[in-house]
């Protein structure tokens, strides 16, 4: 996985029709997704309950893009194994799911996948100072984790803030919430390359029709990629 800080869309497949995830990826995929993202919560750390290891290995054969798994659990150790031999290319864990954040990034990349370290609304860039040398992507929540289809906020002076901090480190900005062709430009232009949709790809498709998949992410790119006219 060659790093690079172009633009990429990462529908979350928990908007997907969850009777047929292999041919949802599939069409997401086909339709210009760069990434796939799977939110995993385990009913503890966030009021939700989704993917176990066991699901996300019946993903993987399915991916042929990036697997970009987002653990909403705690703790997270205990299973960083087990979501590498399901097949995750990238692991995320909260700063906020346990008292060891080193300990779980050095973990994930000694199971050889990359990894990341994801911010709640109210935790500060500056949590992650620290930690920008063994991270390989840090996803800003701009919705409280649990939930598809919240309120984006707007944290643009926090995703300035850690693209100051990351300089020309190898290190993704993901925005994970609300992500849709409106609030594209506002995180993009304050430094984030990795955009989480989920509702806002899913809308309006599905496998049998997937071409609004494809408008919907086009849009999502147009928007993310169309010059910022700053007013005068």
């Not at 370290?117 to 992650?128: I, S, Y």
Request: glycine share 10%.
């Amino acid at each position: 996985m060659t790093f690079d800080r172009s633009i990429k869309i990462a529908p979350s497949i928990l908007s997907a029709d969850f009777a047929n995830f292999g041919a949802e990826i599939r069409a997401i995929e086909s339709e210009g997704a760069d990434w796939v993202h799977v939110d995993v919560m385990d009913g503890h750390f966030v009021p939700n309950l989704t993917f176990g290891p066991p699901a996300v290995k019946a993903f993987r054969p399915h991916v042929k893009t990036v697997m970009d798994v987002h653990l909403m659990i705690a703790p997270v150790d205990p299973f960083i194994d087990a979501y590498a031999e399901a097949g995750a290319d990238i692991l995320t864990a909260h700063i906020e799911a346990g008292p060891h954040i080193h300990r779980t990034l050095q973990a994930i990349r000694g199971a050889g996948m990359k990894a990341g370290v994801a911010l709640n609304p109210g935790t500060p860039a500056e949590a992650v100072e620290h930690l920008l040398d063994l991270t390989d992507l840090i996803c800003v929540m701009t919705v409280n984790p649990g939930f598809g289809g919240q309120k984006f906020l707007d944290l643009s002076s926090k995703i300035r803030k850690l693209r100051s901090m990351i300089g020309d480190r190898p290190v993704h900005i993901e925005i994970d919430g609300g992500v849709d062709p409106t609030t594209a430009p506002i995180v993009v232009s304050a430094g984030a390359n990795v955009l989480v949709a989920g509702s806002a790809v899913f809308r309006g498709g599905s496998v049998e029709s997937p071409a609004a998949y494809g408008a919907n992410i086009r849009a999502i790119r147009a928007a993310a990629t169309a010059p910022v006219h700053e007013p005068a």
